[in-house]
């Protein structure tokens, strides 16, 4: 159990330095947009993300949403942004949501394009020059009903532990941007000192929505767990009733080492998929494994029990923070995040870039094959 949360520990260390880092250079970067270009490195986690240009940098533990004929993708947040959003028509070419209409109410920068740009009243401050920043990360995007519900996690108090809850913001449009729905968070986890984190919103075609979450293990007591709890009928709060349930627990003595993590629930054919990452997210050993579901509630079955799905090869190291979607052809996609072969971990100008993974089922639909990587 202590290896467990030492690990996770690691993990979000690793997170609040990577974020400070990123935050104290977009401080110095948010002026103008001439000295934004200045250090546009492509594929880098210096990497400007800038509207109308296309964009090929940091984008970690993505979530992609279909809306409107074209791609929605979200991530951690990223170059002094609360929530990068940008879109494509192809899955691959992605570019950059455009500046807000009231950019300079929010920063001195007419280029400001932060698809979050109201800090939740409960979320802890994530620098003293920008009122409205916070550290958010492993966002999800979805519709429901006629609302567009953007689910994302954040500190509520910035100390070595990191204690994280889940809230929720919604818009008008898929590009946002979006505004929190409360001045409390919509899920939290008092029973561990980090909370909950990596949040998924999924829903059914008849209008049904569940809220995904990791929480965080109990030392000695629990195992960290992919965790779900029905959803209001407009997304915006917890169903009046509803219980949430442990879908899968970290098994110890696997390729998951100590961690398990980033849920994400799709259905495709009739059949209920649950992706997962575990491992450590700072190294090559980070993966991507799935389970198969009766139902949204449950209960599921571990297809990757003995080895991941997508693991680091040639091409990708670390590969994880996975979210799975339809295409507009109807095909199963796999989005996710992975390091550069030979630069893996927040350090320098390493970036965990986006990738689309493209799947399909085989046999009766509880095992699925990785026709291309992304």
């Not at 690990?7 to 690793?14: G, K, L, Y």
């Not at 505004?179 to 209008?207: A, K, M, Q, Y």
Request: aromatic letters at 8%; proline letters at 7%; one cysteine or more.
């Amino acid at each position: 159990m202590t290896r467990s949360v030492t690990r996770s520990e690691t993990r979000h260390r690793f997170l609040v330095t990577a974020a400070a880092g990123l935050l104290a250079a977009a401080t110095l970067l948010l002026g103008t947009p001439a000295q934004a270009t200045s250090v546009d490195r492509p594929g880098t986690s210096s990497e400007r993300f800038l509207a109308g240009e296309p964009y090929t940098g940091m984008f970690a533990d993505p979530s992609v949403l279909r809306a409107q004929g074209r791609y929605h993708a979200v991530a951690t947040n990223h170059d002094g942004l609360n929530l990068p959003l940008m879109t494509s028509d192809d899955l691959g070419t992605w570019t950059p949501r455009a500046p807000l209409a009231d950019a300079t109410a929010w920063t001195g920068w007419s280029g400001y394009n932060d698809a979050l740009p109201t800090r939740p009243a409960w979320a802890a401050q994530a620098r003293s020059d920008r009122a409205n920043g916070f550290s958010q990360w492993a966002p999800s995007l979805a519709r429901v009903g006629d609302t567009y519900v953007a689910a994302y996690s954040a500190a509520r108090t910035l100390d070595d532990l990191r204690r994280s809850c889940i809230g929720l913001a919604t818009a008008d449009a898929p590009e946002g941007p979006y505004t929190p729905v409360s001045e409390e968070p919509t899920v939290c986890f008092e029973g561990s000192p980090r909370g909950v984190i990596d949040p998924d919103v999924h829903v059914l075609r008849d209008g049904r929505a569940f809220l995904l979450w990791k929480q965080e293990g109990i030392v000695d007591v629990q195992e960290p767990a992919l965790m779900v709890q029905r959803l209001s009928r407009d997304g915006t709060r917890l169903r009046t009733g509803s219980q949430p349930r442990r879908l899968l627990e970290l098994v110890r003595g696997t390729w998951k080492g100590g961690v398990i993590e980033n849920p994400s629930m799709v259905k495709h054919h009739g059949r209920t998929y649950l992706f997962y990452s575990a491992h450590d997210w700072h190294s090559d050993a980070y993966a991507i494994g799935y389970a198969t579901c009766r139902g949204p509630l449950g209960p599921c079955v571990d297809r990757t029990h003995d080895a991941p799905l997508i693991a680091s090869d040639e091409t990708v190291a670390g590969p994880g923070g996975a979210d799975a979607f339809t295409d507009l052809d109807g095909g199963l996609r796999l989005a996710y995040a992975g390091w550069q072969p030979g630069r893996v971990g927040p350090y320098g100008d390493h970036a965990r870039t986006l990738r689309v993974a493209t799947l399909a089922s085989i046999g009766r639909g509880s095992d699925l094959l990785v026709l291309d990587r992304g």
